[in-house]
């Protein structure tokens, strides 16, 4: 749609009519601009003295980003979650609208860069996954967060490359990320309140990785809040076995990208209940209706 800058003031100046009928056609209107419209609504909004015409269009913003945000993880479902990069940046931009992709791109790029000059063809499965310790966590100073701290910028991917600090799930899509950009066999699975990652045996299929069920290829498991530390089924099983948790199969094996998009939209959602945001709230609650 076409953004005529004059017609967007004429538009914002009816925001603070005492008609609410008027108020909300011209709030409609506004959104209907769409996401190309967001750049001179901030102007406008930066501009205006008015702090009720300010605060309205601030609101028809966040409305506007969180629909944009919302048919962007649409699409990146509907075409099989193969990126995911992109969706964790879409996740965090309901948090962080700003986040400019490019940066975040590089910033990522360069840790992969750093850890495959550390790779070799000698190596066998573990030592590729002490070299990527190794760079990660005692060079570059990441580390897990191990309070069970329900703090929403722990699972942010701009924040844990900010901070260098995140929890299971924070830490684990940026280590599963850079795993998989480096050719190596590595998944997300979602064990119940905390996230790990398998080494499998082979590059898996993913319409079978759908289903969740192949434990039998994981040759071991990589613990993100322990600095990558490999581990193997066993201390799952103690795991789940001291959480009185059932040991289901889907806890041992590992999952697609949708599903640790889900496992992140989830956490965020419960962190903002927790912190008593319902605005927040509700907009990851329109994420995650996307997977059912």
């Known amino acids: 749609m076409e953004i005529n800058d004059r017609e967007l003031n004429a538009l914002v100046s009816l925001l603070d009519d005492t008609d609410s009928e008027v108020v909300d056609h011209v709030s409609q209107k506004l959104r209907s601009f ?33 629909e944009y945000l919302v048919r962007l993880l649409r699409q990146w479902i509907q075409t099989g979650g193969e990126d995911l990069l992109e969706a964790a940046l879409i996740v965090a931009k309901v948090q962080y609208p700003d ?25 066998g499965p573990i030592e590729e996954i002490r070299a990527i310790n190794k760079v990660l966590f005692a060079e570059l100073g990441y580390k897990g967060n191990k309070e069970p701290e329900m703090e929403p910028d722990l699972a942010y991917l701009n924040t844990v490359l900010e901070t260098h600090l995140g929890n299971s799930i924070g830490i684990g899509i940026l280590y599963v990320i850079i795993a998989q950009a480096l050719d190596l066999p590595v998944y997300g699975v979602n064990l119940p309140y905390h ?57 041992f094996s590992p999952c697609n990208n949708i599903s640790i998009i889900k496992t992140l939209v989830y956490n965020q959602m419960c962190c903002y209940e927790q912190k008593h945001q319902p605005d927040m709230e509700a907009k990851m609650r329109a994420l995650y209706e996307l997977f059912d």
């Not at 769409?34 to 609101?59: C, F, M, T, W, Y």
């Not at 993913?206 to 434990?215: I, M």
């Not at 990558?228 to 959480?243: C, D, H, Q, S, T």
């Open 195 to 251: 996230f790990i990652m398998a080494y499998t045996s082979k590059w898996l299929d993913e319409e079978k990785l759908k289903e969740g069920l192949f434990d039998d290829e994981v040759l071991f498991y990589i613990n993100p809040l322990l600095d990558g530390v490999p581990f193997y089924k066993a201390e799952i099983e103690r795991y789940l076995e001291k959480a009185r948790i059932n040991p289901d199969r889907i806890f």
């Open 34 to 66: 769409g996401h190309e419209g967001i750049p001179v609504l901030k102007e406008i909004a930066e501009q205006n003295s008015n702090d009720l015409v300010r605060q309205r269009v601030n609101d028809i913003i966040a409305d506007i980003q969180s």
């Open 99 to 123: 986040i400019e992709d490019h940066r975040i791109f590089s910033q990522v790029e360069r840790i992969i860069q750093y850890i495959w000059i550390n790779l070799n063809a000698t190596l």
